[in-house]
Each structure stands twice: as structure tokens, then as C-alpha cells.
């Protein structure tokens, strides 16, 4: 598309589009292309969207000003995608601001705009890196359905090969900035030549671990109500979090796992109910609450774009809970910093003097831990906090905030829509629905003896490295739509 990062420069090659070559032409003449011809999905999309306009105001420009199209029939157009990719009551959700609707239905909003005008190419960055497991598999339908019906030629920038075994006709497999390995969906899925494409293949799931023996509770939350104007997010939510175990809270986009995050972290003081750390009252309100309370309660955010000053240096970012909890400064706040940053796996002497807005997003998610860690917390929230990353990473990653919690029995509310994770890493599961809990237990429970109907349809949305298992499970579920009679 003709852009690169500040310091960055494209030094070799060409990239030919309808005979021309991008690269040499005009800014003025690419201008033209982009966003009508060739759309680009981010994969932030909270981090894309002007926060002070209305989601269908900047959705709708490309349409009014590449294609000439009225504002009124540029509106209905953004409604109507919107209802395609599965968002409740578009018209509504259109006219809100990008803070007011979940990562989720933004990153859908996004796909309806680059969806919009038609385009020749859409470039779709990781599009369901912030989607739930059943929202995923409308989103993934959706977006086959627009390519094929719209004669779309798509790009799908992935780490999940079981999301790409769905979407791709092939594949192309990059490593450090090197092409590794290609060819078609079906051959690299069952016959990987490179010993990293089968290390990608292989990795499905994090090994189940024993589950901790109960230690004493650290947070209990107790009939937790929350309203967001007339919408009630959050309904009698409670919740008991305990020294040394990871509680997992799955549920779809918008209900309510995020909510209770920020309730439990203090950044929802309008929150009903009661809050109690170590048998104690904890207030809704950060600002109410000692140092302590706050040191002993860290939130790593699922958009770590959003989460980091773009100013700052990494040594900055992870330097500040060592000052502001710990009074740490000289050459022992160096030596902390460089140690939680191997921790993190991202190298002292390469990363400690970068800005944020020079790392990939995988390495900003690992900052926010590594900022989370700082604190020497008792509870850790965790929000998507491996969305951002390749699976291998991910899993590094796990494996490190398991080995912590081994070490420092630290405990873990761990929301995600990575079900394989859940597997791996949770001692309790929570399962929500539209702001309240609709079953909830041990893992094993939970996982392999589900009793409410909305927990056995997220099991079942997990996707699998198979190319046929989307239109297996789209099937199945429109045969039980008709056999239902709606």
C-alpha cells in the first residue's frame, strides 16, 4: 500500500498492481487507490478509529469521497454490512463513539468500511485477533462470503493456522522478515517441509497443568451490578479469586468479562455490590484505594496500543512501578528493568532505549506484562493478553506466567476466547453471557462436562486445523436452525 513506519524505507523489489508499479507512482495517484481499490483491515482497531467521531462518520468517508456516493445511501450501506458481520442492532451501534462499543464489534465496524467500496484488494491484519470464538466464526463467514460474492482478492496476515485453514487457498509462511515456506492450504497444513511451519502446525494447545491446591481467597466480588446509561452490563456477578489459582472468564464480545475486569481493577466506580481483598472492603474506586491495593492488583489490557505512552522509552514504561511502589532509582532500578525484561524475553540491550511505537504489537503485549510484573502483584488480570501474539510466542509467554505463579503464587484472572488456553492454564472457569455468569466451575467440569447450552456452543466454535471445518459447523447449525423452525 505504499506505507512504512518512521526510520523504515522499502530499498528493493516492486509491487505491481494492475501494471503499475506502487511503489514508483505518484503519492497523489496512490492516494486514489488506497481505501477504494486496496482497503486495509488493521489489526488494532481501537488504536485505527478517531475516538472523538461516530463510528459511521468516518466509516462512510470512504464511500462519499472515493466514490461519490450520498451521505444517506453511504450510511445504509455501512448499516447493512454491519448487520452481515453479526452486530446487534447496527443502526444503534453505527452512531456510537469507538469507546462505546467492545474491541470486538470495532474490529467488525472496521471490516464493514474497508468492506464498503467495493475494493479490488482488502488487506485483512490478524481482523480476528480481538473476536470471540462464535463471533469469530460469523466474522470468518462473512468475510469468505463478501470475497467470493464480491470477486475480492484478499491478503489474511495470520498466526492462528486454524483460523487461515479456512480462509486461504494458500499460504505463505514468513519468518524473520524471510519467506520460509509456501504453497496451497491443503499441502502445508499436511505436509510442512520447514521444520518451523511443522513447529507452527504442531502447536495446538498448552499442556494442561495440574490443577493448584486451593489457597486462601485473595478477591471475592459478590452480586456486582453495573449500567452503562439504560444497558445493565454487568448482573449479579460474583466471583471468588484465590492465592496461587488462575480463574479463566470466556464468554462473546460484550458480555461483560472485560467490564468486570476494570470493575475488580478499580476503574468502575459507579459498580454495585461489594468488593473484599483478604476479607477486607476494597473500593470501586482507585482513587480510594491505598498504594498497596493498587500494587497488589495489576490489569495487562488486551489493546496494548492503547495501553502505552507513545513517548515513552521501554526502560521508562518498565521503570515506573520500580519508582512509584518500590522507590527504586541508580543502578538497582537498571538492574530490576533488565531483569524483568529477559524475563519477557525482549532483549535489554536492543529494546530498553526504543520508543513503544517501534515494536511489533507482540512485543508491546510482552511490555505490558513486563510493566504488570514490575509491581510484584498478588493478583494479575489478564485481558487477551497472548491475543497479539504467534502461537509460539504465546505459548512462551504462558508457559512464563505459569512458571511465575509456581514461584511467586501469584494469582490469575485470565480473560480470553482461546479456548485451548483455557485448557492449559485455568484451575476455574467462568462462563458469561450478556453481564452475567451462566455456569461456572472447575476446569474439568467446565471443559468436558458443560451443562448450559451457551457453554457447549463456545466449546464448539474452537476452531480446528481443518479446511472444512467451518462449513461443517456453519452447516450443522443452519440444518439446527431449520429443524428448530426459526
Request: aromatic share 4%; hydrophobic share 45%.
Amino acid at each position: 500500500m505504499g506505507f512504512t513506519k518512521i526510520g523504515c524505507a522499502i530499498v528493493g523489489g516492486e509491487v505491481i498492481y494492475k501494471g503499475a508499479d506502487l511503489r514508483s507512482m505518484p503519492e497523489e495517484q496512490r492516494r486514489k487507490i488506497r481505501g477504494a481499490e486496496i482497503a486495509y483491515v488493521a489489526q488494532s482497531a481501537a488504536a485505527s478509529f478517531n475516538p472523538v467521531r461516530r463510528i459511521v462518520d468516518q466509516s462512510v468517508e470512504v464511500l462519499v469521497e472515493h466514490n461519490g456516493v450520498e451521505r444517506g445511501k453511504a450510511e445504509a450501506t455501512i448499516v447493512d454490512l454491519l448487520k452481515q458481520l453479526q452486530l446487534p442492532n447496527p443502526p444503534e451501534i453505527a452512531r456510537r463513539f469507538p469507546d462505546q462499543v467492545s474491541g470486538g464489534q470495532l474490529q467488525r465496524a472496521m471490516a464493514a468500511m474497508a468492506m464498503a467500496p467495493r475494493p479490488n484488494i482488502i488487506v485483512f491484519d490478524e481482523p480476528t485477533t480481538a473476536l470471540d470464538v462464535t463471533t469469530q466464526v460469523e466474522v470468518l463467514a462473512a468475510i469468505k462470503q463478501a470475497v467470493r460474492d464480491f470477486g475480492i482478492a484478499a491478503l489474511y496476515i495470520s498466526h492462528d493456522l486454524a483460523v487461515v485453514a479456512q480462509m486461504a487457498d494458500r499460504i505463505v509462511v514468513l519468518r524473520n522478515g524471510t519467506v520460509v515456506e509456501e504453497g496451497s492450504t491443503r499441502d502445508i497444513l499436511s505436509q510442512p517441509k520447514m521444520d518451523y511451519t511443522r513447529s507452527l502446525v504442531a502447536h495446538r494447545s498448552v499442556d494442561a497443568q495440574e490443577r493448584a491446591m486451593p489457597g486462601a481467597p485473595l478477591l471475592r466480588a459478590t452480586d456486582i451490578d453495573l449500567d452503562f446509561g439504560e444497558v445493565r452490563a454487568l448482573s449479579k456477578v460474583s466471583i471468588v479469586i484465590r492465592q496461587a489459582t488462575t480463574v479463566a472468564v470466556v464468554g462473546e464480545s460484550g458480555s461483560g468479562k472485560t467490564t468486570l475486569a476494570r470493575v475488580i481493577a478499580g476503574l468502575s466506580p459507579r459498580a454495585s455490590g461489594s468488593l473484599e481483598w483478604k476479607g477486607k472492603p476494597l473500593a470501586f474506586d482507585f482513587l480510594a484505594r491505598s498504594r498497596e491495593d493498587l500494587r497488589r492488583i495489576q490489569l495487562v489490557y488486551q489493546m496494548p496500543d492503547t495501553a502505552l505512552n507513545p513517548k515513552a522509552t521501554v526502560e521508562d514504561i518498565v521503570a515506573r512501578p520500580f519508582r512509584f511502589y518500590f522507590k527504586l532509582k541508580g543502578s538497582k532500578l537498571r538492574e530490576r528493568v533488565r531483569a524483568l525484561l529477559n524475563m519477557v524475553e525482549l532483549d535489554p540491550d536492543v529494546f530498553m532505549s526504543r520508543k513503544t511505537t517501534q515494536l511489533s504489537g507482540g512485543q508491546k503485549q510482552r511490555l505490558c506484562i513486563a510493566r504488570a510484573l514490575a509491581a510484584e502483584p498478588d493478583l494479575i488480570i489478564c485481558d487477551e493478553v497472548t491475543s497479539a501474539l504467534d502461537p509460539l510466542i504465546a505459548q512462551g509467554v504462558l508457559k512464563l506466567l505459569m512458571r511465575l505463579q509456581r514461584e511467586l503464587s501469584v494469582a490469575y484472572l485470565f480473560i480470553t476466547h482461546d479456548m485451548s488456553t483455557v485448557t492449559g492454564l485455568a484451575d476455574e472457569v467462568v462462563v458469561m453471557s450478556k453481564g452475567r455468569i451462566v455456569e461456572s466451575g472447575s476446569r474439568e467440569d467446565v471443559l468436558t462436562r458443560p451443562q448450559n447450552p451457551y457453554t457447549r456452543m463456545l466449546l464448539d466454535s474452537t476452531p480446528q486445523l481443518d479446511t472444512q471445518w467451518l462449513n461443517r459447523l456453519l452447516d450443522a447449525r443452519k440444518q439446527s436452525r431449520v429443524a428448530g423452525g426459526t
